[in-house]
């Protein structure tokens, strides 16, 4: 799993949602991809970067996504995952919040 740092910036949540999806099509997973899991604990911005660059990302239709706003605190800012049409988990990424790696 990744564990790169997530800043506060709600570009950088976009930035990671564009980079896992990346790694799908470098492991030649997005056609494979049904169903598509994001856990943020960042704001409503960051969210919707994540969901824009999630759905951009895919040459064809996106995969179904589910998009988890955590109101709790976390050690990652943001969870991604996906998944195939039978459930089985393709690939998992983390991002922990770089604010809690400092501070």
Known sequence: MDHSPLS???ASAGL??????AALAHEALLEQTA???ATLT???EALLAVEQALDLAWPSAAP?????WATEAAPEALRLRAFDGDGRLLLAKVYP???LKHG
Do not use: K, T
């Open 8 to 10: 506060a910036n709600p």
């Open 16 to 21: 990671a949602a564009r980079r896992f999806a």
């Open 35 to 37: 169903r598509l899991e």
């Open 42 to 44: 960042g704001g409503l």
């Open 64 to 68: 179904a996504c589910e998009l988890i």
């Open 97 to 99: 919040d770089q604010a």
